[in-house]
Structures are given as structure tokens and as C-alpha cells.
């Protein structure tokens, strides 16, 4: 079977498809097969059809948590509904319930816009709505599974759509059962539920300074999401001048008295305390003493605004990034004893 653009009701099929402009590291890969899905409903349909069902199946959003190191052999699909609209509301809280086509910074301006604060340190997160469960998004103090009421997917094992509370969603630290079984879940949907008088987060680090720089005292949630634009504009670099997938490792969690031991060694090493039990590390901090932040092989660097960054300045492959990216992470293990892991999806 050869199909080069098939049209079928609620998706569009198309063979040997360029990725290049649907990740935002920019690397080159294709794609055996991408769907564009406009209706969830057809997804069984979709992925019945006798040309892809032995194929693996990637689900991408807008590419912004991925990088290619090669083409992919299988089916991309990409979810492509739009929509966001109020559900539910009482004295308390708003239900929003968002497609997951929609661009997740476009969601958070809109809440922002109708009253319904929540979500302002999330502001300017590259990805569409679908990603941001899958990964728990989370910025300056905030992860997005505190808001997060139900997600709605599909589920490829029973090939039935399903409503998952955000218990049953099992977040964690840049982790949810949608990043454990990839090949289990496809997001349609995300239900999100707002207070109308949220506790504002301001305890991470740079945050109240940047209010301060801007002369608030008393900030609402618009003045927190203004702060937070400013810092990210000017910590991290922008994806549509280069290519990025924003911070590629995740800061390393560590047991309170092993990061003590860790602190006793490297005394100006930057930590967070995450539970009694528990530390956060900074990966930016580590990286930064080793040499790496600004590095550059060609055209796969480490940007020399943030550590945590790897950055395509040109036509850098995606196994030339991955390969940079592996010498970063020997250089902390050698240095620190700690290996870190990536955020993105790594193909």
C-alpha cells in the first residue's frame, strides 16, 4: 500500500513526511507515516488501518520535548484539535477543559485573561496542552499536575477513551504514566481546575527580586506572570532563533544526607529541599563547574545563557547533539558522582 496524502474524516494521512520543522531542536529526521488527527474519535480508525498496525507509534506534540537521532520507522501522530472552554464553575474553583492541539503558553494567557490565575509561573513553556501531563510540566516552583483535574486519552491497549483522575495519572518529578507507557497512551484532553483565589508561588529562587526589580510589592498573578516572562526571555534562549528543546536534563534528586555529603565537598553547589527525605540538585550548577555551559562542537553547543540548555546553532544532527549531550553527563558523573538524565525524549 503507497500512500502519499490520504483524507479521511477526522485525520490526514501522509507517507515520508520531513520532521524538520516539527521539532524545535531542528534537527533532520522523516517520518515512515504521519497522521494529523483533527477528531480523537477517529483515532480507532487510524490506527486500524492495515498499512500501519505492525508499525510503532510516536505521539508529538510540538516537538519541543523530542530529539531525533535518526528518522522514525513508524506512524507519527499528532493531535491537532483545538478549543478551550469553562466546563464547570462554582464559589471555589473553574473547571477548563483544554483541547490537546492547543499551545500550552496560548492556554495560559487565555486563563490569565478570563480570571482564572493558577497558571501564571507555567508562562512561556514551549509544547501544546497534550505534552504538558505527559512530562508534568513544572517552572518556578510549580508543576502543572497541581492543577491538573483529569486527563482525557486514548488508550491503545484497550482501544477505548478513557478520563484518568490526576491520582490515577501517577506524577512525579518530570514523570507521569503517560511518560512510563508511551505506547499505551494517546492525550486527547486536559481538565484543569483553577481557584479562583490561588496561593501565589513565589518561593523560587529569583523570583521575588525580579518583582522587586519591577516595583511590586504586592504582586497578583498577572505580576507573577510578567516577572517569570522576564526571567525566561532572559535566562534561556529562544526557540525560533535557535534551535532548543529548553532545559534537556532534569535536575537530579537526591536523598537529604547524600546531598549533605555532596554539599560537604562542593560547598558552593546549589541544592533545593524537595521533602525531609529528599534534595533537589542543580544539574545548570554542576554542568556550569564543569567546563560545558558555551561549549561547542560544530554546530551541537550548550548555550552560554543556561547550562541546562543544548542548542542546534545550524545543522547540527540530532546523534551529534545526543553525543554532546553524553559527554556532558560523563563529565558530572566523573565529577560528581551523579549521572543525569535527560528531559526530552531521546529516538
Not at 537521532?69 to 472552554?85: F, H, K, S, W
Not at 498577572?222 to 526571555?233: C, D, F, G, N, S
Request: glycine share 8%; proline share 6%.
Amino acid at each position: 500500500m503507497h500512500v502519499e496524502n490520504t483524507e479521511m474524516d477526522g485525520y490526514t494521512l501522509l507517507e515520508n513526511v520531513s520532521l524538520n520543522a516539527r521539532n524545535t531542536l531542528r534537527v533532520a529526521a522523516r517520518a515512515r507515516w504521519l497522521a494529523e488527527v483533527h477528531d480523537p474519535q477517529a483515532l480507532p480508525k487510524l490506527l486500524a488501518t492495515p498499512a500501519l498496525q505492525q508499525l510503532p507509534v510516536l505521539v508529538l506534540g510540538e516537538g519541543s520535548n523530542v530529539l531525533f537521532t535518526t528518522d522514525y520507522p513508524g506512524l507519527v501522530v499528532q493531535i491537532a484539535t483545538r478549543g478551550v472552554e469553562v466546563r464547570d464553575t462554582n464559589n471555589q474553583t473553574t473547571q477548563l477543559h483544554a483541547a490537546a492541539g492547543e499551545h500550552w503558553d496560548d492556554l495560559v494567557r487565555w486563563s490569565l485573561s478570563h480570571g482564572y490565575p493558577g497558571l501564571e509561573n507555567l508562562i512561556l513553556i514551549p509544547g501544546s496542552v497534550g505534552a504538558a501531563p505527559i512530562q508534568n510540566i513544572g517552572a518556578y516552583g510549580v508543576e502543572v499536575a497541581e492543577y491538573i483535574h483529569s486527563v482525557e486519552a486514548f488508550d491503545r491497549q484497550t482501544e477505548q477513551a478513557v478520563e484518568l483522575s490526576g491520582a490515577a495519572c501517577e506524577f512525579g518529578y518530570r514523570d507521569s504514566c503517560f511518560k512510563q507507557q508511551p505506547d499505551r497512551w494517546i492525550v486527547t484532553a486536559v481538565n484543569l481546575n483553577l481557584l479562583h483565589e490561588p496561593g501565589l508561588h513565589l518561593e523560587y529562587a529569583g523570583l521575588r527580586t525580579q518583582l522587586a526589580r519591577m516595583g511590586v510589592s504586592q504582586p497578583a498573578p498577572y505580576h507573577i506572570a510578567e516577572a517569570v516572562l522576564q526571567l525566561r526571555t532572559r535566562k534561556l534562549p529562544d526557540p525560533t532563533l535557535i534551535g532548543n528543546a529548553g532545559s534537556f536534563f532534569k535536575n537530579p534528586l537526591l536523598p537529604t544526607q547524600q546531598a549533605h555529603e555532596l554539599q560537604a565537598e562542593h560547598p558552593q553547589i546549589v541544592l533545593w529541599p524537595v521533602a525531609e527525605e529528599c534534595m533537589k540538585i542543580s544539574a545548570a550548577w554542576m554542568i556550569d563547574a564543569c567546563g560545558f555551559k558555551g561549549l561547542r562542537e560544530g554546530d551541537a553547543g550548550i548555550s552560554n545563557r543556561h547550562a541546562l540548555v543544548l542548542v542546534n546553532h545550524g545543522k547540527a544532527s540530532g546523534a551529534e547533539l545526543w553525543a554532546l549531550a553524553q559527554r556532558v553527563r560523563e563529565g558530572v558523573q566523573q565529577r560528581f558522582g551523579i549521572w543525569l538524565e535527560p528531559e526530552p525524549r531521546i529516538l
